[in-house]
């Protein structure tokens, strides 16, 4: 069973950059699309990015030209760079990555979470 594992959140002014990696720990299966979501108190989780095996990337129009998302091998480590953040990016980050099932729909992997604030 393999588990992914956030870190590089934290507090950030707005204006400011973060690094966001997401590690696995044990054996990952291969899967379909790797990336990123995030939820806000009140709000329904929302897909941030993400970026196929073949490295077809795709972002929320809200971040698009400020976030980038990356892996350094097929799956992971996987990472997201975001310039220029702002109040409303606040949220929990989620690692997610996911595995395209055909007629049975597909499975999710998800990690903990790492905590992102943009104030002043």
């Known amino acids: 069973q393999a588990q992914l594992v956030e870190s590089g959140g934290g507090l950030v002014q707005p204006g400011g950059s973060l690094r966001l990696t997401c590690k696995v720990l044990?054996?990952?299966?291969?899967?379909?699309?790797m990336g990123w979501y995030r939820q806000a108190p009140g709000k329904q989780r929302e897909m941030v990015a993400t970026?196929?095996?073949?490295?077809?990337?795709n972002y929320a129009e809200s971040v698009k030209d400020r976030f980038a998302i990356s892996r350094d091998g097929a799956e992971t480590p996987l990472y997201l760079q975001m310039y220029n953040l702002k109040p409303e990016d606040t949220a929990v980050y989620y690692c997610?990555?996911?595995?395209?099932?055909?007629?049975?729909?597909?499975?999710?992997?998800w990690g903990q979470g790492t905590q992102v604030t943009v104030s002043s």
């Open positions: 044990g054996n990952l299966p291969y899967v379909d699309v």
């Open positions: 997610n990555a996911r595995k395209w099932l055909g007629h049975a729909g597909e499975y999710d992997f």
């Open positions: 970026i196929t095996i073949r490295g077809d990337t």
